[in-house]
């Protein structure tokens, strides 16, 4: 199943392994994955990629908010990246399929650093251009849903089947703390270097991206006699190898039913300004925003509690479920210090849940796939909380804004539920 050289010194033997899950160790990351040098490489450059994506991610918006002084203005430039990433995460899957994924990444890396130091420049001519903004971002999310699926198909290639679940907790763990660490940094840094800076900081931090990704052995489809063409046909037919595949479907709507009715973060501005609002609503507001990628990265840190586990579909299901419990706690809690409680739980559950799912489309579709898998799962990672914010806007407006949590979590919880009993196939499925 797997090639280049992931078979050469990354076996572990039962004994072995059986000496890994004595002690402390068992609790802590598995990582194996990183014995695997061509993994470790991939690894490494996505560290990079997650820290500096987030350094843009405060600068975008910084600066359209410095230029025309409306949150609205800020609000179109993320809708204005959504698109692009959309149509090109799809597309880009089905490259992915077609042609050397080592490749299509060196190709994309190139385009977003690029597109970094085409930020830098603007911001250091001064041109006070939301248009000219709008559409480097557009570019640059264009690059990344390219880039994405490559990515993520690529590590079925380089790690064992059995490690699969342990690479995505180690590739989840560093996006999480990019989250984190990268907002954090932006903020530290724009008063000291300025704005222009900051974009160039991540574009030369890309140039160890792209070195990373050089590095990788060659990842051609493993069938080269089979010639296709990445087009609307190619894409259609991934869509048709999810519905002929339950378990693949399972997982998509599992993270949408996660996602659109339990991601709450729209309400967090007005939950600090009046449910919270005793504790301080600047301190209550980033508390909120912090909590569930601070719970991702403990998950991740501790993932060797869970990451051996071979009934993936069941850790998916259980994981959505805990999820939208601790969302719908998070609706009823008064308490400012338990709800970040609730919340940081809820990063655990998602953090679970972003593993197994991550191992079940890796491993249940055929190599051949795996690209427009990941398109797809690009595709359902970005758009469900951008629908979530429209939906928990909406009801927080309608029945008030702990109603509105605490009702989408239990609705969470009751459709995973039934999504489960209804369709056996995510729960038979196992490695």
Same mark, same amino acid.
């Not at 609307?232 to 479907?249: D, M, N, P």
């Not at 338990?338 to 249940?364: E, H, N, P, Q, Y």
């Given at each position: 199943?797997n ?9 572990t ?7 890994e ?24 450059? @996505? ?10 991610? *405060?600068?975008?918006p ?10 609205a203005?800020v ?24 042609? /050397?994924r ?8 190139c ?5 970094s ?27 990344w ?7 993520n198909a690529s ?6 089947e ?17 989250q984190?660490?990268?907002?954090l ?6 008063p ?7 974009y160039?900081? /991540?574009?030369?931090a ?6 990373a ?27 048709r ?12 709507l ?31 507001l ?33 994981? *959505?479920?805990?999820?939208?419990a601790?969302?719908?706690g ?10 970040? *409680? ?9 953090m ?9 489309l890796?491993?249940?579709?055929? /190599? ?9 799962? @690009? ?17 927080g ?20 539920l ?12 196992? *490695?």
């Amino acid at each position: 199943m797997n090639t280049s050289e992931s078979s050469t010194g990354t076996g572990t033997g039962p004994r072995e392994a059986e000496a890994e899950r004595r002690g402390w160790r068992r609790f802590a990351m598995d990582t194996r994955p990183l014995r695997i040098p061509a993994y470790r490489r991939l690894w490494s450059s @996505t560290i990079v990629t997650a820290v500096g994506s987030q350094l843009t991610a *405060v600068a975008v918006p910084k600066q359209i908010f410095d230029i025309t002084g409306s949150s609205a203005w800020v609000g179109a430039a993320s809708m204005a990246g959504l698109l692009p990433l959309i149509v090109f995460a799809l597309w880009g899957g089905a490259v992915a399929d077609t042609m /050397d994924r080592r490749k299509l990444l060196l190709i994309t890396n190139c385009g977003i650093a690029v597109t970094s130091v085409l930020f830098w420049v603007q911001a250091l001519m001064g041109l006070d251009s939301v248009a000219a903004l709008m559409v480097l971002l557009a570019v640059q999310q264009a690059f990344w849903g390219l880039n994405a699926p490559a990515r993520n198909a690529s590590i079925a290639r380089l790690v064992p089947e059995g490690q699969l679940a342990a690479a995505n907790a180690l590739g989840s763990t560093v996006m999480q703390t990019g989250q984190v660490v990268g907002p954090l940094l932006a903020g530290v840094l724009i008063p000291v270097i300025g704005l222009p800076e900051l974009y160039l900081v /991540d574009a030369l931090a890309l140039c160890v991206t792209v070195w990373a990704v050089y590095r990788l052995p060659a990842l051609p489809p493993l069938d080269p006699s089979t010639k296709r063409r990445a087009g609307v046909r190619e894409i259609a037919a991934g869509f048709r190898y999810i519905s002929a595949h339950k378990v693949l479907l399972l997982s998509f709507l599992a993270d949408i039913i996660a996602m659109v009715f339990g991601m709450p973060r729209a309400l967090f501005p007005e939950l600090a300004a009046g449910t919270y609002a005793p504790y301080g609503e600047g301190l209550a507001l980033g508390l909120l925003f912090a909590a569930i990628p601070i719970g991702a990265v403990v998950g991740g840190l501790f993932s060797g509690t869970f990451s051996r586990a071979g009934r993936h579909g069941w850790m998916v299901i259980g994981a *959505v479920v805990a999820w939208g419990a601790a969302i719908t706690g998070f609706g009823l809690s008064g308490s400012l210090w338990l709800a970040v *409680v609730f919340l940081a739980v809820a990063g655990i559950a998602d953090m679970v849940s972003m593993v197994f799912r991550g191992a079940i489309l890796l491993s249940a579709a055929t /190599d051949e796939m795996r690209g427009r898998m990941q398109g797809v799962f @690009t595709v359902v990672v970005a758009g469900g909380p951008r629908l979530a914010d429209v939906l928990h806007g909406s009801a927080g407006s309608a029945f008030g804004p702990r109603t509105a949590v605490a009702g989408g979590g239990l609705l969470v919880v009751v459709l995973m539920l039934a999504l489960a009993l209804a369709v056996p196939a995510l729960r038979r499925y196992r *490695v």
